[in-house]
Each structure stands twice: as C-alpha cells, then as structure tokens.
C-alpha cells in the first residue's frame, strides 16, 4: 500500500474508527448491542459518505476491514472445542444450519422475496447473526439495493437476538432442560455471539460455556456455506451468460478462515494470542458495519417493508422449533 493510498483512506477511517468508538463506550455503559449502535451511529451520519473524501476509507473499511475480521474469527474455534461437545450434537449443529438456510430460500416466495435476500436473511439467523450477514452480503453479486438488504438484516438479526437472549432462558426452564441442555438451545438458536454468552451466563457457568462452544461450531460453519454459496453463484452467472463480477472459488477471506482454524487445532497459538485475535476481529466487525451504516439511507432501508420483518421471524421461530424438536 503506497502512502497516497494511505492518505485517501485515512478521512473515512478516521471517521469510521469515532463512530466504533463511542458505539462501544455507549454499549460498555448502557448494555446497548454494540453493533447495533455502531450501524445506528452510521446511519445517521450518512450525509459525510456523499463527501469525495472520505468515500475510499469508508469502502476499504466495508470490504476489506470486514474480510480481515471474519478470517480472524478462525482463531476462536479449534476442533478440540467442538469435539468436546460429543459426535449427535455436532451433527445436530450441522443440520438445523442447512436445514434453516434451506427453509428461508424455500419460503422466500412466499414473502415476495428473491433468493439474494433470503439466502442473506437465513445465513444469518442459521449462522451467527450480524456477523455472518456482512460476510454473504461480501460475495453476493451486488446491485443497487445490496447495502439495505444489509442493514435491516444485521438490524434485525440483533434485535431478535436481544430478544432471545431475555426469553429463552426463561422458556428453557420452564420446559425442564438441564445445565447442558440448556445451553444447547441457547448456542444453537440465538443468532449473535454476544448475546449467546450473556443468555448462558446468566444461566450458569456450565450453561454459558456449552452455549458458546455451540455458538462458535456454528461460526464455524460459515466457511463451508459461503464457498459452497459461491460455487452456486459461479455456476448460475454462467448459465446465464451474466456479465457480473467474478468471484473466486474459495474467497480469500474464507481460506484466511480455514487456515487460522487449522493452526488454532493444532494448538500452535497461544491463548493469549487467540484472545487478542478475537478481540481484534470483533473490532474490525464494528468497523464494518459502521461504515455499512455510513453509506446507507433510513430511508431506504425502511423501504424494505414488513415482509422482510415477516421472513426474518419465520426463520428465527423455525431454527428454535427445530433444535427443541432434537433435545426432545
């Protein structure tokens, strides 16, 4: 990177890095979802994207900040961790993802939607929530509603995760679950991380480390549907004949994932350095999703409508009517 680039990204992520700043000194005070302030904050200030000088900082944060942060979530799972879970519950884990990102395509239509949002919408509620919309919405084909369908989705993924993390603690004892059962469910249905950890802590200390390591199985799994998601794409634009962008194979991102995962199971990172990866990524997340925020309209994504709020409910009803059915 040479030092004019440096110079014409420094505007926007300067801004960017105030705006993740006091998201989180306002989440650390007020409990708000941090990400949720961060695009809020973004959103409002979205008359400074239509400004020339900061309009590059804002796009490399959007895109590349973003890759950076998903790949470094690599270093919070090892496979020791998630074989520590027992074979039926990772095979459990792999089938209600499938199952619920195949249900939203399935019942798009019937909500007036088109595969691009309801592959972004289900990826995120089967996944891992904000974070695993910014990474579809990356090798989705782009088009002039891209960055809206973003924003209500991370938007609404969020608020419903806040939702789940108050009443499904409360619906798991009342139906009788174990410690560990308990945060099965709570791992395997709340669609972000953070509310993951506080929905299990608040439980106990054995609820809230199965829930994360549940949590983290399920991140894991963003890496293999977003390259089989790209093999799709590729295939589709060609049976078309589209002329549209072409995406690699394997993202690079996706390979900076797998790698980092691998060297984490090896046990060749230390804990420490894994922390810091993950504080560093969540970071970079913020990042993201505040300059997402800057470069998207309310107004826009208000237009979106209720159908979209309809889909995302389906989808977050049909993963926890799912996982119930297999702790039963």
């Known amino acids: 990177m040479t030092l004019d680039s440096i110079k014409s990204l420094t505007p926007g992520l300067l801004i960017v890095s105030v705006i993740v700043l006091a998201a989180q000194f306002v989440s650390d005070h007020y409990g708000a979802p941090a990400m949720l302030l961060a695009l809020l904050f973004g959103i409002a200030l979205q008359f400074v994207s239509e400004q020339d000088r900061p309009k590059p900082g804002i796009a490399f944060a ?39 990102i195949l249900f939203g395509l399935l019942c798009a239509r019937f909500f007036g939607f088109r595969q691009k949002f309801a592959f972004l919408s289900a990826g995120s ?46 619906l798991a004892a009342k139906l009788g679950f174990s410690n560990f059962e308990t945060g099965i469910f709570l791992g395997a249905t709340i669609h972000d991380v953070a509310q993951v950890v506080g929905a299990g ?16 199985v399920r991140v894991a799994m963003l ?15 060609q049976n078309k004949a589209e002329s549209v962008e072409r995406q690699p194979l394997v993202p690079v991102f996706v390979i900076g994932f797998f790698g980092l995962l691998l060297v984490n199971s090896m046990g060749w990172i230390p804990a420490a350095i894994s922390d810091l990866a993950g504080n560093i990524s969540r ?10 925020g800057l470069k998207t309209s309310l107004k826009d994504v208000l237009n979106v409508g209720g159908a979209a709020i309809g889909l995302l409910v389906a989808e977050t009803i049909f993963i926890a009517m799912l996982v119930l059915i297999f702790l039963f």
């Not at 970071?283 to 997402?292: D, E, G, N, P, R």
């Open 62 to 100: 959007s895109r590349s900040v973003l890759r950076f942060g998903v790949a470094l979530l690599g270093l919070r799972i090892s496979a020791d961790l998630a074989l520590s879970l027992g074979l039926d519950v990772l095979i459990m884990i792999v089938v209600v993802v499938v199952t619920t």
């Open 125 to 170: 509620v089967a996944i891992c929530g904000a974070s695993a919309a910014m990474a579809i919405s990356a090798i989705l084909p782009k088009d002039e509603r891209t960055d809206e369908r973003l924003v209500f989705t991370v938007v609404g993924v969020t608020i419903l995760s806040t939702i789940a993390m108050i009443l499904y603690p409360v």
């Open 201 to 216: 802590f608040s439980v106990g200390q054995e609820t809230g480390e199965v829930a994360a390591i549940v949590k983290l």
């Open 223 to 237: 890496a293999p549907v977003i390259i089989i998601a790209t093999f799709v794409l590729r295939q589709a634009s």
């Open 283 to 292: 970071w970079a997340l913020l990042a993201a999703i505040a300059a997402v």
